[in-house]
């Protein structure tokens, strides 16, 4: 950005998605690059969101598990029937904490489809969460590009494919600069370059990229 931009100032912040909205919309920031819910992304909000990146939410077993061998991998999970899901009530399952994007959206699904899952840790960490189903004792919900980093567990999709949404979020009314737009085309390019065949629901995203020469699927 700043090579193609050299006499800009950038600050950068991190902080929790909460704390970082809260700024933005009282003019402190200029915009986030964050991940939401398919709930969020799909409702009405106080800020203009510009997706790049859906990340559909798997289910992950390991082999300990009597369904591990129907599973499947992260780009490629199998398909999981209401009996068969049922009956993953018994395992013992590692969660991600409520308070975290992902785990809000695990918490919705599991509340619709009224499961009671063994629960034994909940952690809000992701390398921490990483680490402990690598030992391969625990089930768990995991974004694509998440269980991408854990081949050993076996995937399996979830009714309503539940998903995540990485993108930019900008206040309401807000007319983007071309410098806000060349770094989301920044952003894109990024992502494309980690991840080829990910999608990009939003048409006000796809109009900004196609003045870079790009699109998406």
């Not at 409520?98 to 390398?127: D, M, P, W, Y």
């Not at 991408?148 to 567990?153: D, E, G, K, V």
């Amino acid at each position: 950005l700043l090579e193609q931009y050299p006499f800009i100032q950038v600050s950068v912040i991190n902080e929790s998605s909460s704390s970082l909205l809260d700024r933005l919309l009282h003019h402190q920031l200029d915009f986030i690059l964050m991940v939401i819910t398919d709930y969020e992304f799909q409702g009405k909000t106080d800020y203009r969101f510009f997706p790049l990146e859906q990340k559909q939410i798997l289910l992950g077993i390991p082999n300990v598990h009597p369904l591990y061998d129907k599973g499947g991998s992260a780009a490629f999970p199998a398909f999981l029937s209401d009996s068969e899901f049922s009956s993953m009530e018994d395992a013992p399952f590692i969660l991600p904490d409520a308070g975290t994007v992902i785990g809000k959206c695990v918490r919705r699904f599991l509340e619709h489809f009224q499961l009671n899952l063994n629960v034994q840790l909940k952690i809000s960490n992701r390398l921490t969460n990483q680490k402990m189903l690598s030992e391969g004792s625990y089930a768990s919900f995991l974004d694509e590009a998440s269980a991408a980093a854990l081949p050993q567990l076996h995937y399996f999709s979830l009714p309503g494919t539940p998903s995540l949404f990485e993108g930019f979020a900008f206040r309401q009314g807000h007319t983007l600069s071309q410098i806000e737009k060349y770094f989301i085309y920044l952003e894109y390019r990024r992502l494309h370059q980690a991840n080829s065949a990910f999608l990009c629901p939003d048409e006000n995203t796809r109009q900004i990229l196609r003045e870079y020469g790009e699109d998406c699927l």
